[in-house]
Each structure stands twice: as structure tokens, then as C-alpha cells.
């Protein structure tokens, strides 16, 4: 442990430091800026001290001495959320990233999971056993931050959205203590956390319900990519085809540039196109039957559908948006691909501004559609699309001009949205668009944040404000 020249002086940190099974790294430290680094290299914060946690009395223990020495208190799972919120300038970080325990029960069909693992570190413990629980589409993708939001995936239209799966998860909360919440216990802090984010307390493992993908884990998938100019085409006939396709099939469509590496030919590298991925988890002898609209429509540059372990799939862009890049997020729910939501679309597409920038629509219907709209904290039930627009690029000269190419595109896409976005996916927007993320569902997380956080100690979010 080194200590810091702060105004709480040398002292108090060393005490926290003692408490710890982690370490305490403070801003003298070798390694502080490597370790108050998140995803989002747009993110430059400098908070006062980080505990990087290792066990649930390293996060009780971290939690009860900010409340002590009124210190700001920013929770960190993976880092991977979108405006950088699991850092803050002279804020303690109660960092998870060190507590990435899985475990799986296959007979059961559950995994219990720490609060800092990723879903890599989950699917690596469960496609083994032929299981996975619903994720999102990135294995670097913290679990912590995705499951609270909502969690929406590959495998969302066949067994709903992570928070649908979630059986109990152990709760630090603001005072310290440590509670489980669970349909039986503490049931309304169970609801919240289903959607409602970090507003609650610190999560320091997650039970989650698993499920069978493919074959002993295998499933087929993979990209169809179409040029750019079939995009209006391609849009209309995904809208239509989607909601009758078999939930074991899903496919979210984007717009993007090729990237210029293998697997993709050298002739496409670089070029804009309209793509679908397409994940299909159920039997191989029916997957020909369910696959054969995919893979014959249109004119196609690329069809890149094969048999291949779920976790290949869930990590197959992950190399392509390492750590560092410069993100600006933008994002809203749509219960249909209008027409004139698909013009809009053409006309950003064309103009994507670098080349990790791109656009993408999840579904959000099949099994996520029939849990009520109260059911849980996310309240998009109706089916459509999760939309998110992101302006991504390595060089932090290109912030301005990715930022305002996605702030345009949304601004233009909007009218045609359910009219709230997917917190997991925002940025820091303000209390209207925090509201209207959570629709109907929000005075009641207003309620349940001020039973369990009525001093709002967990505010470094997509703030709930007590009731």
C-alpha cells in the first residue's frame, strides 16, 4: 500500500488498506492510471482512491468507509459502462474487477457468478456444459453493469433478457450491510435490481438461471453482409421475417464498415455495408429448415454462417474494440423499423465517419416479450429493438466528429423510437431520459431506492433520485 496527499490525509487510507484482503491504489501509486483506466478512452477521470475488492467485506468495508469520510462512492464491475460511470474524479472506487469467480451448477442448470467477472469468464465455465445464460454480444462485456441494466443478446428472443434469469443476487448496501435479494427475500429489492442499475448497492455475485445452446454448446451462426445500397431492401425484408422466424433463431442488423482483417475477404475490407448476424441455438438437423430464408435472400458480399461454440460467437468482435477507443453512445427502443426510420438510416449509414463507428438494432421480442412490462424494472415489453448509434475510433482527435455524427443520427431517429433508451447504453443525458427509460416502472424504483438508498450514496449512475 502507498498512500496519498488528499484531505483526509495519509492515515485514514492506510486504515481502509488494513481492512482490505485487496489492495488500496492511490494516486502516487505505479499503477493508478492503468487501474483507474475504463473501456471508454473518451473517460479521463481521477477519483481519490481505488479498492480493488476481493471479497464481499473488502466491498463492505469500502462502501462504509466513504460514508464515513464523505467521499463520493463510483461502483466498478467490468468498466465497460458507456459514460464511464464506474470511475469519478475524487471519488472511491469500490472496484470489482479482482472478485471474477464462476461456478456452475449443471444439474440445477445454474452459475453463480462474482460481481467483477465478465461474460467470458461465465461462458468459458458454462458452454462447457452445453449451457449459457441470455448476455449481451461482447465477451469483454462486464456482467455486473449488463445484468443490472437489462441484458439483451443473442440469446434474448429464445430465453429473455439476462434480468429474466437472474435467481438471487447478494446486495452490499449503502449502510454497509450485506442482504440477499431473491423472490423471497427482500422481494423489492429483488424487482429493482432487475433493470434498475447500480442505483441499489454493490452486487457482489449473481445466481443466474443457465440454459441448453446448440448442441453440447455448438451452435451455427455468424455474419450476412449486404452492400450498403440494399439497405432499405435488407431493412424491410428483416422487419417482416424477424417475429416469424423460431426463437431459437435470432439476428441483430447493423450498419458498418468491414473491417480489413481477416476472416472477411481482402476485396471487402473497408467497405460500408448492411449486416446481420444471425446466432441459431437449437437442434443442427433442424437448422437448415430455420436457416434457408437467411441464407438465400438477396445478393449477399458475404455469407458467413458455420457451426461454432457459443462463447467463439459472443466474442467475435472482441478483438476489433479492445480497451481505449474513443466511444460516444446514443441509444433508444423502437417497437418497429419504419420507413422513414429506414431513410434515416440510410442516410447516416452512408456517411459513418470512421471505421469502428456503426449502428445496431437487438431484438427484444420472443420470450422478453411475454414478461410483463412491470413484471421487472426494464419496462420495453411491447417486442421491437433495442437501437444503439456508437462513434468509435482509436484517435482521440476524432471525438468531436464521432460525437456529433451520432448525436445527428439519433437526433433524426428519435421521432420513431418507443421514446426512452436502454440505460446500459447512455451516457450521462439527464433525469428526463433516465425517466423515460424506466416508463411506468419509475416512481415505483424511486420508492424502493428511498427504503434502500434514501441518502442517494449511489448516485455515480443512471441516477433513480430517492421518492
Not at 174 to 190: F, K, N, Q, R
Request: with cysteine; aromatic share 10%.
Amino acid at each position: 500500500m502507498t498512500t496519498t496527499d488528499t484531505a483526509l490525509g495519509t492515515a485514514a487510507y492506510d486504515d481502509l488498506a488494513a481492512l482490505l484482503r485487496g489492495r488500496l491504489v492511490t494516486p502516487d501509486h505505479a499503477d493508478y492510471d492503468a487501474v483507474r483506466a475504463v473501456y471508454n478512452g473518451m473517460i479521463d477521470r481521477r477519483p481519490a482512491a481505488i479498492a480493488q475488492c476481493r471479497d464481499a467485506f473488502d466491498v463492505s468495508s469500502a462502501i462504509r468507509f466513504a460514508r464515513q469520510h464523505g467521499l463520493e462512492i463510483a461502483i466498478r464491475g467490468g468498466g465497460h459502462n458507456a459514460g464511464g460511470l464506474g470511475v469519478w474524479d475524487d471519488a472511491l472506487v469500490v472496484d470489482l474487477s479482482q472478485m471474477h469467480s464462476v461456478r456452475v451448477d449443471p444439474a440445477r442448470g445454474t452459475v453463480r457468478v462474482e460481481g467483477g467477472a465478465t461474460w467470458a469468464d461465465v461462458d468459458h465455465a458454462t458452454v462447457g456444459f452445453g449451457l449459457a445464460t441470455p448476455c449481451g454480444f461482447l465477451a469483454s462485456t462486464g456482467v455486473g453493469g449488463l445484468a443490472l441494466g437489462g441484458g439483451v443478446g443473442y440469446l434474448t428472443r429464445r430465453y429473455g433478457m439476462t434480468v429474466d434469469n437472474l435467481v438471487e443476487a447478494d446486495v452490499v448496501l449503502a449502510d454497509g450491510s450485506l442482504v440477499t435479494a431473491s423472490e423471497s427475500e427482500h422481494p423489492d429489492l429483488y424487482w429493482a435490481l432487475r433493470g434498475g442499475g447500480g442505483n441499489f448497492g454493490a452486487v457482489t455475485s449473481f445466481e443466474f438461471r443457465c440454459h441448453p445452446v446448440g448442441e453440447e454448446g455448438v451452435i451455427i451462426g455468424g455474419p450476412v453482409l449486404y452492400d450498403l445500397a440494399d439497405t432499405a431492401e435488407v431493412m424491410r425484408w428483416y422487419r417482416e421475417l424477424l417475429p416469424t422466424l423460431p426463437e431459437e433463431l435470432s439476428g441483430w442488423i447493423g450498419l458498418l464498415t468491414i473491417p480489413p482483417a481477416p476472416p472477411f475477404p481482402e476485396e471487402l475490407w473497408g467497405r460500408k455495408a448492411c449486416g446481420i448476424v444471425w446466432c441459431y441455438t437449437g437442434p443442427h438437423d433442424r437448422a437448415d429448415e430455420a436457416l434457408q430464408a437467411v441464407r438465400s435472400f438477396g445478393n449477399p458480399l458475404l455469407v458467413g454462417i458455420q457451426p461454432m461454440p457459443f462463447n467463439i460467437l459472443q466474442s467475435a468482435f472482441d478483438a476489433l474494440y479492445p480497451a481505449g477507443l474513443q466511444w460516444y453512445w446514443r441509444t433508444d427502443v423502437f417497437e418497429e423499423i419504419s420507413d422513414e426510420s429506414i431513410a434515416v438510416h440510410e442516410q447516416y449509414g452512408a456517411t459513418l465517419p470512421t471505421g469502428h463507428s456503426t449502428m445496431h438494432l437487438y431484438p427484444i421480442d420472443g420470450a422478453a416479450e411475454r414478461v410483463p412490462a412491470d413484471a421487472t424494472a426494464f419496462p420495453f415489453r411491447s417486442g421491437g429493438w433495442v437501437g444503439v448509434i456508437v462513434g468509435v475510433d482509436p484517435d482521440p482527435a476524432n471525438a468531436n466528429l464521432i460525437s456529433q455524427w451520432a448525436k445527428d443520427y439519433w437526433t433524426a431517429l428519435h421521432p420513431s423510437s418507443a421514446g426512452g433508451g436502454y440505460v446500459n447504453m447512455m451516457m450521462e443525458e439527464g433525469d428526463d431520459r433516465i425517466r423515460a427509460a424506466y416508463q411506468d416502472n419509475y416512481p415505483r424504483l424511486a420508492g424502493v431506492k428511498r427504503a434502500y438508498d434514501p441518502d442517494n450514496a449511489f448516485h455515480i449512475n443512471q441516477n433513480i433520485k430517492p421518492a
